[in-house]
């Protein structure tokens, strides 16, 4: 079975659900396309892809063409919340499922009704008439809309999600709704090398942060931020002699180290699974609040500390998990700036963010605050003893526990052709 497989264009975490779902098909022909953040991380995990068809933009009428061609000769399309493959994909008649780790986020004006009569009488003739059939809906309803207009719909566990998917089957009509657990690289979390001597002290975890609004050159306050903020990590933490900081500002060129008293911090993109390796080993694991990178830091046994919000995903993962421990102990920039508002507005909100970042890093005084408020939630996390650590681990797998995807999958495309970890 020949499967074209796309993930959205936001940051890390899609494409890396992407190439989970892709490892686990690998008796069929996968073929990655895509552009941006997500082709990026595409090129950095080959080995998860039997091709990778990198666009240049499907806006544009060459990328467009060229994903509606390989659609048509293809048996079956996957994408990981890219509405705009799976619209395709229904035009060009194929079967498709659409995967989603956001499920309980997307925040609707229309109601879900009239989204599904949408779908409903949505013209199949070209994807430039169903496009313009949806040209209504907002970002976030067009990806429901994608729920909607699947085969199957794969529901990643997480506060308010079950509730939802109930919501969504009662609508009728829809596609097999299935909930499931992590979705993640399970092959490569066992293979990591557990209880290795560490290569870092503490590594950071910042993420793909580029989206629809963030970028590496533009409306980059964060990354910039963040680099402020590293010598001073070095400096207020003569115990972290080695740290490294992975992420997709960090790639090629983009590459640096930090050098203070002796201590360095090394600002790199990793493949990922070589960031599966450090991250089991790690005694400190600092992360941006993204779901995969959460799970796969439960699936090692190792209890994150969250850094500050990038965009309003980050927002709503601290706010759904406020009352565990990892909530509780996640840096957030409501410690600098509390008064200042975050939408619920996907776009509104993100843009909130950039601008608080901008502020704190051009403000001495914000920034004082910032170190100070960063450098007490550090202070906190590595007293936990290893039991509480344990705990905080324990309780997060409880609320977002649910069917092991690899079953899932089995269900969707047969057993035998599911590769078990």
């Not at 997709?248 to 930090?258: A, L, S």
């Not at 993962?317 to 102990?329: N, P, S, Y």
Request: some cysteine.
């Amino acid at each position: 079975m020949r499967i074209v497989m796309g993930a959205q264009n936001c940051g890390f975490g899609p494409a890396a659900e992407l190439v989970a779902v892709s490892r686990l098909l690998r008796d069929h022909e996968r073929v990655f396309v895509g552009d941006g953040v997500a082709a990026a991380f595409a090129r950095r995990n080959p080995d998860a892809f039997d091709d990778i068809r990198e666009t240049d933009g499907v806006r544009e009428k060459s990328g467009s063409a060229a994903i509606d061609e390989l659609l048509h000769g293809s048996d079956q399309a996957v994408s990981v919340m890219d509405a705009d493959l799976v619209l395709r994909a229904v035009v060009a008649r194929r079967p498709v499922v659409m995967v989603d780790s956001l499920f309980g986020f997307w925040q609707l004006t229309l109601p879900p009704t009239r989204i599904r009569e949408l779908c409903a009488t949505m013209p199949r003739t070209s994807y430039a008439a169903a496009d313009d059939h949806l040209a209504g809906l907002s970002p976030h309803e067009r990806i429901v809309a994608a729920h909607l207009l699947a085969t199957h719909s794969v529901v990643q566990n997480f506060p308010g999600v079950a509730r939802r998917a109930a919501e969504f089957i009662a609508l009728g009509g829809g596609p097999v709704v299935h909930l499931t657990g992590s979705i993640i690289d399970t092959e490569g979390l066992r293979s990591t090398a557990r209880g290795a001597e560490p290569v870092h002290d503490m590594l950071i975890n910042v993420g793909g942060f580029k989206n629809f609004l963030l970028d590496f050159d533009v409306n980059n306050a964060y990354v910039r931020l963040l680099l402020r903020w590293i010598p001073d990590l070095l400096r207020d933490w003569p115990r972290f002699r080695s740290v490294l900081v992975c992420g997709g500002p960090f790639g090629g060129e983009r590459q640096r180290t930090v050098t203070v008293a002796g201590r360095q911090a090394a600002c790199r993109f990793l493949q990922q699974r070589e960031l599966l390796q450090v991250a089991a080993s790690a005694p400190h694991y600092l992360l941006a609040p993204g779901l995969t990178a959460l799970h796969e830091s439960l699936a090692l046994d190792q209890l994150p500390m969250a850094i500050h919000e990038q965009h309003a995903a980050h927002v709503y993962t601290l706010r759904e998990l406020d009352d565990t421990e990892f909530g509780r102990g996640a840096a957030r920039f409501g410690d600098v700036l509390p008064q200042h508002p975050v939408p619920e507005d996907d776009f509104a909100g993100t843009a909130a963010l950039v601008e608080i970042a901008a502020r704190v890093r051009a403000d001495d005084q914000l920034y004082a605050l910032f170190r100070r408020t960063f450098n007490e939630r550090i202070e906190h996390y590595v007293s936990l003893t290893p039991l509480q650590r344990r705990e905080g681990v324990d309780e997060l797998r409880k609320l977002l526990d649910g069917e092991p995807v690899q079953s899932v999958l089995g269900r969707i495309f047969g057993g035998s052709s599911v590769t078990r970890p």
